[in-house]
């Protein structure tokens, strides 16, 4: 398939080299060319600077023959833009958009867009190992199903969070804070400070 991923953070390099790694075509638009930095050597994709909702920047990362676009940015007004104009201008047949507030994804389903809520998913993990019911999150998304887990050790603190160790085939995917705000792992350098939890990923099937 022929896929564009829209953001450039920690979530959009994650997906769009597993993506490569399963053989198809992918495009990663980024405001940002900096952060083209992020991509590891075995990524063989395309990369495209520009304002991602620039139609001549997404043309030319492909978006007329698109098969599924994704927007990962961490702001979830540019992300709604994008999925907008790629299902009603292009009529790209698979959408995605990753909606960091909660409140706002229940809006952004009633107008037909696939949404993906790390904040709710986050929030639910956490919850089952508060209460003791399970340490574990499962999700869909496709024919996929990623399951979450949540965990914290003190001897993290003070460590990066690059530097925090994670099971095979485990990917770190935020941090959970103490005051109840969840961050995405977007900033690797971020230091870990007492009582934050861990939030990992890995695809089960």
């Not at 961490?74 to 507030?101: F, G, K, M």
């Amino acid at each position: 398939m022929n896929i564009i991923i829209i953001g450039c953070g920690q979530v959009g390099v994650r997906i769009a080299v597993a993506l490569c790694k399963l053989g198809h075509d992918v495009a990663i638009v980024s405001r940002n060319a900096d952060e083209f930095d992020n991509l590891p050597d075995e990524f063989d994709g395309i990369t495209i600077a520009g304002i991602p909702m620039d139609l001549d920047v997404l043309e030319s990362a492909g978006i007329v023959a698109c098969d599924a676009l994704a927007a990962v940015t961490p702001d979830d007004n540019l992300n709604i833009v994008i999925s907008q104009i790629a299902r009603e201008v292009y009529h790209v047949p698979n959408v995605v958009t990753r909606v960091l507030d909660p409140t706002r994804e229940d809006v952004f389903e009633e107008i037909g867009l696939k949404t993906v809520c790390p904040t709710k998913l986050t929030a639910s993990s956490l919850l089952n190992v508060i209460l003791g019911d399970n340490s574990h999150e499962k999700a869909i998304f496709g024919a996929h199903t990623a399951q979450f887990s949540v965990r914290n050790d003190k001897r993290w603190i003070g460590r990066k969070v690059s530097q925090i160790p994670a099971y095979d085939n485990e990917l770190i995917y935020g941090v959970y804070n103490s005051s109840g705000s969840f961050e995405v792992a977007n900033n690797l350098d971020r230091i870990v400070e007492e009582n934050d939890s861990i939030v990992f990923s890995s695809v089960i099937d």
